[in-house]
């Protein structure tokens, strides 16, 4: 398990901009599946103007009834994988961004809190995966049980992944 350094996050709609102004600057676009962020990070991206240029679509697939109805996911396809790992978190990215035919697609699945989550995660627990040209992960453990306060975390941890890849030399060109 990988775990992100303990960094001070930027405020979510700076992060937001930076990660859109790189995304209409290359013509790239982006489709978010997001869990226990319940929607911040595509209402970040679409608060910035002129949105429609890269952001293609999102969904809260906050439980397995949303994943059959929004990206069409079958037992099969999840197999034994359990959510709130770096395994579902790349799958979840990659399948929407083909369902979008997006070149990113980006995912958060964590346990928000109070308590843990049905999988055993403790509260502060997320992964975060972007999927394109890079396809990365990552594990954050912060022990913290405020739910509203993760929520916001669980989407700037996303989003700074994101702009952490977006950054990388392979990520500059179509896919």
């Known amino acids: 398990m990988s775990t992100a350094p303990s960094l001070e996050l930027e405020p979510l709609a700076v992060i937001a901009a930076r990660v859109g102004a790189t995304l209409r600057e290359r013509r790239q676009t982006v489709a978010v599946a997001e869990s226990s962020a319940g929607g911040l990070v595509s209402a970040a991206l679409l608060a910035i103007p ?11 697939v906050y439980s397995r009834r949303a994943g059959k109805a ?7 396809d999840i197999g034994d994988m359990r959510g709130e790992t770096e395994p579902y978190a790349r799958f ?9 035919r997006a070149t990113w697609g980006i995912c958060e699945s964590g346990a928000a809190g109070p308590s843990g989550s049905p999988y055993g995660d403790a509260p502060g627990h997320v992964c975060v995966a972007v999927v394109g040209a890079i396809t990365v992960s990552r594990t954050i453990e912060n022990g913290d049980t405020d739910r509203p306060r993760n929520m916001d975390v669980f989407a700037r941890q996303l989003l700074q992944l994101f702009d952490e890849t977006l950054q990388a030399p392979a990520a500059h060109g179509p896919t």
Do not use: D, Q
């Open 92 to 100: 979840i990215a990659a399948r929407i961004r083909e369902s979008h």
């Open 50 to 60: 002129g949105a429609s240029a890269f952001f293609l679509g999102g969904a809260v």
């Open 70 to 76: 929004l990206l069409g996911l079958t037992r099969e």
